[in-house]
C-alpha cells in the first residue's frame, strides 16, 4: 500500500480537542467583549441607563449560551457576572447618594 494508497491512520483526537479548547475560549473572550461593550455603550456612551446595559449584557449572555451550547461552566460565571452587576446597579446609586 504505499504513500498514494494510506488513507491516513494518526490519532488526531488531542489535536481536535485542543482545537475545540481554543474555540471555546475564543467564544468566552469575544462574547465578553461583546458583553461588556454592549454595557458600557449602553449605559454610559448613549445615557440609556445601567439597567438598559445590563438587560443587553444578559440577554447577550443567553444568545451566545443558548446559540453554542456552552457548558456549565459558562453558566456559572455568567450567572456569576449578572449577580455582581446587579448587585453593583444597586449599591453605587445608593452610596452615590448617600455622599452627595
Do not use: N, R
Request: hydrophobic share 60%.
Amino acid at each position: 500500500m504505499g504513500a498514494q494508497g494510506s488513507t491516513g491512520g494518526m490519532d488526531i483526537q488531542d489535536q481536535k480537542e485542543t482545537f475545540h479548547g481554543f474555540l471555546v475560549g475564543s467564544l468566552w473572550i469575544g462574547g465578553h467583549l461583546i458583553q461588556g461593550i454592549a454595557l458600557l455603550v449602553l449605559a454610559f456612551a448613549i445615557g440609556a441607563g445601567w439597567w438598559a446595559g445590563f438587560v443587553a449584557f444578559v440577554v447577550i449572555g443567553i444568545a451566545i449560551g443558548l446559540g453554542f451550547k456552552m457548558g456549565g461552566a459558562y453558566w456559572a460565571a455568567q450567572v456569576v457576572e449578572w449577580v455582581l452587576l446587579g448587585l453593583g446597579g444597586l449599591i453605587v446609586p445608593a452610596l452615590a447618594g448617600m455622599m452627595g
